[in-house]
């Protein structure tokens, strides 16, 4: 067991581990980009659909306080701009 370590042989070994590692960790930090746009462009789609909602309920109300009467017709109206703006988003 005495026996010495060829240093050529443990810096390649050396080189190789290190090698992988650096790899490794690249790779991982490439998925956390990744990770972190499509967080982004998906919080940024729910935040677009989230203001155009609040807009169409505001448009709603008004209308809600002019004309009393018509809430069936609002409410298939909101169902219908529901429907084409969420499948469209998503």
Do not use: C, P
Not at 24 to 30: D, H, K, P, W
Not at 63 to 70: A, F, M
Not at 71 to 80: L, N, R, S, V
């Amino acid at each position: 067991m005495n026996s010495e370590v060829d240093v050529n042989i443990l810096v390649n070994l050396y080189n190789q581990k290190i090698s992988a590692l650096t790899n490794q960790n690249i790779l991982l930090e490439a998925k956390l980009q990744s990770l972190t746009k499509d967080f982004e462009d998906q919080k940024n789609i729910l935040l677009r659909t989230n203001l155009e909602l609040q807009q169409h309920n505001d448009e709603i109300l008004k209308s809600k306080r002019k004309v009393k009467s018509e809430d069936k017709y609002e409410e298939a109206g909101i169902q219908q701009w529901l429907n084409h703006h969420l499948v469209k988003d998503w």
